[in-house]
C-alpha cells in the first residue's frame, strides 16, 4: 500500500516546521541532526529523496524515515508532499490564494469567517513564538548600537510604523526608503553589532535577501518577521519570527505581523525604561513647542 499523500491535520494546515518544534524534544541525536538541516535550509532539504535528504544531513535514510513519522506522517511520501505544498503556497499569487479559499469557504457571514480566521492566525503566531528568541531580540532592538528597519511593497508600511515607535523609544534608529537604489547609502554607515529589522512576506524580494547578505557580512546582526513559510531572509536572521496571515481573501492579513511588531516595541520599551520614559517626556515637550495636537 502507498503512503497517502495528504499532510496530517490538514484542517489545522500545521507547517513542517511547526511540527519539528511541537516534537523537537522526542527526537533523538541522529533524528534532530536531519531536523536541523532541514530547518537551516527549508524546505528544500526534505525536497530530495529520502536517501539524498538523509546523505545532506550525514544521517542514514531510516533516521529520517522514523523522524518523519514522530512528526505524524505516514511515511517520507506524505511528508514530502507536506513540503511540497508549503512551497505552492508560499508562491501562490492573489488568484491562486482565493481559490483556495472559495473552494473551503464555509456557508456564513464573511465577517464571521474573517473574524474566526484572524483569531486562529494570532494564537497560531503567539504560540509558535520562542521566549527566548523574542527576548534576545528585545534587547538586540534595545540596544544602543544602530537600528535599521525595512520592508517590502506590501511590509514597508509596518516598517514605517516600527520605525516610527522605536525612534520615540531609542535614539540610532534608522528607516530604510522603499527604494533599493538608496540601499548601499545606509549600509555604508552599518558597522559590526549593528541591528537591521527586515519584514518580508510572500512574495519574497530578491532585493532584501541580497540586503540581508551584505548586511550580515558586515557583521550586522538580522532580525526578520515574515509569514509561516519563511522568507530566504531567514538563512541570514539571527531571529526569526513566523506569523500566519492566510485569510478568506486574495490577500494574506498583516494583523498578526503588527500584533508581533507591537509585542517587541513594548519589550524594547521595557529594556530601555527608564531612559525610555525620559525621551518621551522631552519629546512631548517638542509636541507642545509645535502644537501640531490639539491639547485635551
Known amino acids: 500500500m502507498t503512503d497517502d499523500p495528504t499532510p496530517p491535520n490538514a484542517q489545522a494546515t500545521p507547517t513542517v516546521r511547526q511540527l519539528i518544534r511541537a ?12 531536523a536541523n538541516a532541514l530547518v537551516e535550509d ?4 526534505g525536497l530530495a529523496s529520502i536517501t539524498a535528504a538523509a546523505e545532506g ?13 514522530k512528526l505524524g506522517f505516514k511515511g517520507y511520501p506524505q511528508f514530502h508532499a507536506a513540503l511540497l505544498g508549503e512551497l505552492q503556497a508560499s508562491v ?3 488568484t491562486a490564494r482565493r481559490a483556495v479559499w472559495t473552494a473551503q469557504a464555509p456557508d456564513s457571514h464573511m465577517l464571521n469567517r474573517f473574524a474566526r480566521t484572524v483569531t486562529q492566525n494570532l ?10 528568541q523574542f527576548d ?6 534595545a ?47 552599518m558597522v559590526a553589532g549593528d541591528t537591521l529589522l527586515i519584514f518580508d512576506i510572500r512574495r519574497y524580494e530578491d532585493n532584501l535577501l541580497r540586503l540581508a547578505e551584505i548586511a550580515s557580512d558586515r557583521g550586522v546582526r538580522v532580525i526578520l518577521i515574515t509569514d509561516q513559510w519563511a522568507s530566504p531572509v531567514s538563512g541570514r536572521a539571527e531571529a526569526t519570527f513566523h506569523c500566519w496571515g492566510e485569510i478568506p481573501s486574495a490577500w494574506d492579513s498583516s494583523i498578526a505581523l503588527l500584533s508581533l511588531t507591537e509585542a517587541l516595541i513594548s519589550a524594547t520599551q521595557e529594556e530601555r525604561w ?23
Not at 494564537?123 to 527566548?132: E, S
Not at 511593497?153 to 520605525?163: C, P
Open 274 to 296: 527608564p531612559e525610555a520614559r525620559d525621551r518621551f517626556d522631552r519629546l512631548d515637550t517638542l509636541f507642545e513647542m509645535t502644537r501640531l495636537f490639539r491639547k485635551p
Open 136 to 141: 534576545a531580540a528585545a534587547r538586540l532592538l
Open 92 to 94: 501562490s499569487g492573489p
Open 57 to 69: 544531513a550525514g544521517v542514514s535514510a531510516p533516521v529520517v524515515a522514523r523522524m518523519v513519522q
Open 143 to 189: 540596544g544602543d548600537t544602530q537600528l535599521f528597519i525595512v520592508g517590502g511593497r506590501i511590509t514597508r508600511s509596518l516598517a514605517e510604523y516600527a520605525f516610527t515607535h522605536f525612534q520615540a523609544i531609542r535614539p540610532g534608529v534608522t528607516h530604510l526608503t522603499s527604494s533599493p537604489a538608496t540601499w548601499p547609502h545606509y549600509v555604508l554607515d
Open 42 to 45: 527549508y524546505p528544500n532539504a
Open 23 to 34: 516534537c523537537y524534544h522526542d527526537l533523538t541525536q541522529s533524528e534532530r541532526k536531519f
Open 123 to 132: 494564537a497560531q503566531t503567539f504560540a509558535n513564538i520562542d521566549t527566548g
